[in-house]
């Protein structure tokens, strides 16, 4: 309908997550009425991410070092250790301010149905993390769903006897996920960190 | 999360709920038209083909999503229609909400609460359903899994706040399950087996509990409903789970014995999705030695059980769906039908095929060829005005 190249941009555009080919079709449109610095600029940025961004080789976070900015600071408690699934976990539970240690990025979570096991996520780079003694604590802070839970009960049971292990406390509607959760309940929840019981 | 979130069963709604509009367009025999309902009892009364039951079934999938009578929804869309839309307007107290549920030929469906997809979090604004379809005898005579499913949405309905205690059992099932058979297939390793039995024994034993607090709720009115109903002997309802386990550790234990075996068999073959909710009289199972007419009183005495609970603990009686159930009553049982369902207010739809068959009805309304329409008999006392009911051009 469009030439050839307006319609490769609505079509790259309309695999986003959340737009629709309306959607896609209004964005073609800006983007090709926008000047030039303008557009460009957005590809350069969609480059940019993609050369220099990668993950973190200590805890697989985002990052644009072969390290992250939270792993490379100083400051930061290095005998704790908060476990997440995804990226964007990191995010909110940074934002609540209550939290100075390090993290591990799982990468997903468990999930047989969807052919997800312990090898398909960083759980034996988290193992390896734990046994250099520096660590007395970790933090499981997958989501509070089946997937989560099931992911954090087995991590709970490759560290027990290493270190202390905490859950965060509940509070987070069940079936949430982190990422959604507001600073308020995840603060809480993070001060209230309850301990995981021993084996049964 | 154990049993001790039991918190759900405080009540969560004291104010009145009722269904006071019915709209349908496209739905089966019925011609678009709109509905007007009122507390108490409505009866719709007409020849066998008419739409009534069909009225029942809009008002099921409106408040519910699902429909009462098939599985295949698609089957409601009428047979010159493309689309099968129910709307109803519920009050709670005097606050009007919207229930909206429709499905075109494609497949596209929508199930809205005040313009919002409908989830659990809005529970609290659809009344909860008791329905009696004579399909439904399958509750009562069918295998063990309707029981189950039914039992659950009663647990839904008496506590919302434990409503997801069965979709978090069927998760973790549904994950071991899957596990299992990778492990079989040789695609996956075994290691985390460990973890998906204790996120399926937490669950499990959370749903268990569910189920035997609400049977215990169940029990003494089932009893009691079905002596009224004219049971001779002893009419009892009985929760039997597959597995006595009351803390998670002793489940997960029993899930690791059965380990060997599951993996044999590629499914889990222990825990509360294999339990049952029995039903006898005189000792007797109703589901196998049962006549029809037996099972017919046990189904009504269960959904009285089920009325008179949900009164109890959230002083909103359900909206009950009664399809059919005055036939094979004789005058007696009808009256005491009649005045159980008065009892404690609220609403119900029934249906007959004659008027006489229900004495006092707060509403009648004929059914004719798919078409509603509120009759006048000077017979029926009125109060407060009639039910109407209007033919959308
Ligand atoms: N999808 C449909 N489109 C049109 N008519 C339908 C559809 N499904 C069922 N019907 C008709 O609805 C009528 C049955 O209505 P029903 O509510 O069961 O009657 P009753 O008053 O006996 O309860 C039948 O005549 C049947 O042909
Ligand atoms: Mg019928
Ligand atoms: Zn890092």
């Known amino acids: 309908m469009y030439p050839g190249p307006i319609e490769r941009l609505i079509s790259e555009l309309a695999r986003l997550p959340g737009i629709g080919q309306r959607t896609a079709q209004r964005l073609a449109f800006h983007i090709l009425r926008a000047d030039d610095a303008e557009a460009l600029g957005l590809a350069d940025a969609i480059q940019e991410v993609k050369e220099k961004v990668g993950l973190c080789e200590v805890c697989f976070n985002l990052a644009d070092e072969p390290r992250c900015r939270i792993c490379q600071d100083e400051r930061r408690d290095r005998s704790l250790i908060c476990v997440v699934e995804e990226p964007s976990d990191v995010i909110p539970i940074e934002r609540t301010g209550e939290y100075r240690g390090l ?12 052919g997800i096991d312990p ?23 997958t989501n509070p769903t089946t997937t989560g839970e099931a992911t954090a009960l ?9 270190v202390t292990i905490t859950r965060l406390a509940s509070g987070l509607p069940v079936g949430a996920d982190l990422e959604h959760a507001d600073e308020v309940t995840l603060g809480r929840a993070l001060s209230g960190r309850q301990s995981v019981p021993g084996p049964h | 999360m154990s049993g001790s979130d039991a918190g759900g069963g405080a009540p969560t709604s004291t104010v009145d709920m009722c269904i006071a509009r019915v709209r349908v367009l496209g739905f089966r025999n019925l011609v678009a038209q709109e509905l007007e309902l009122r507390d108490g009892l409505t009866l719709l009364w007409g020849p066998n083909g008419a739409g009534k039951t069909n009225v ?3 008002v099921c999938l409106a408040l519910s999503g699902h429909s009462c009578r098939t599985r295949n929804e698609r089957e409601t869309i009428a047979f010159d229609q493309t689309m099968a839309r129910v709307e109803v307007e519920v009050r709670r107290g005097a606050e009007p909400h919207q229930l909206l549920w429709s499905l075109n030929r494609a497949g596209e469906r929508r199930h809205l609460v005040d313009g919002k997809d409908a989830g659990t979090e809005q529970l609290g604004l659809r009344p909860a359903l008791a329905i009696f379809l004579p399909d439904r005898l399958a509750l009562v005579k069918g295998p063990p899994a309707g029981r189950r499913a039914h039992l659950d949405r009663f647990v839904a309905a008496l506590w919302p706040g434990r409503a997801e205690a069965r979709r978090r059992y069927g998760r973790a099932l549904a994950q071991r399950n ?4 990778r492990v079989r297939a040789g695609a996956a390793s075994g290691d985390s087996l460990d973890a998906w039995e204790e996120e399926l024994a937490s669950a499990g034993v959370e749903l268990a509990l569910c189920r035997r607090e609400a ?22 309802l009985r929760h039997e789970p597959r597995s006595d386990a009351s803390r998670p550790e002793q489940l997960a234990a029993e899930l690791r014995a059965c380990r060997e075996r599951d993996l044999a068999r590629g499914h889990t073959t222990h825990g509360p999705h294999l339990d ?20 017919r009183t046990a189904l009504l005495a269960l959904l009285f059980a089920e009325r008179r609970a949900l009164l109890e603990a959230r002083q909103t009686p359900p909206l009950l769906l009664l399809d059919d159930v005055m036939s094979e009553l004789d005058p007696d049982r009808r009256a005491l ?3 159980r369902l008065a009892e404690g207010g609220g609403q119900a739809l029934l249906t007959a095929t004659e008027p006489e068959q229900l004495d006092c009805p707060s509403a009648a309304i004929a059914v004719r060829r798919g078409s509603v329409c509120w009759s006048p008999p000077a017979a029926l006392p009125s109060p407060g005005g009639p039910a109407r009911a209007s033919v959308a051009a």
Do not use: C, M, W
Not at chain 2, 215 to 236: I, Q
């Open chain 1, 119 to 141: 090898d398909d996520l960083k759980i034996a780079e988290l193992v390896r993390r734990v046994s250099d003694g520096t660590v007395n604590e970790v933090v499981l802070a």
């Open chain 2, 178 to 181: 899957a596990l299992l058979g």
């Open chain 2, 276 to 295: 049952e909710l029995a039903i006898s009289l005189g000792g007797r199972s109703v589901r196998r030695f049962g006549s029809q007419g037996e099972q």
């Open chain 2, 56 to 58: 029942l079934e809009a």
């Open chain 2, 215 to 236: 049977v215990a709720a169940l029990a003494p009115e089932f009893g009691s409903a079905a002596a009224e109903l004219g049971v001779a002997e002893d009419a009892e």
């Open chain 2, 337 to 339: 039908l009649a005045g």
């Open chain 1, 103 to 114: 993290y591990h990025v799982l990468g997903g979570a468990l999930s047989p149905i969807d």
């Open chain 1, 154 to 162: 087995h991590i709970a049971e490759l560290l027990r006897d290493r």
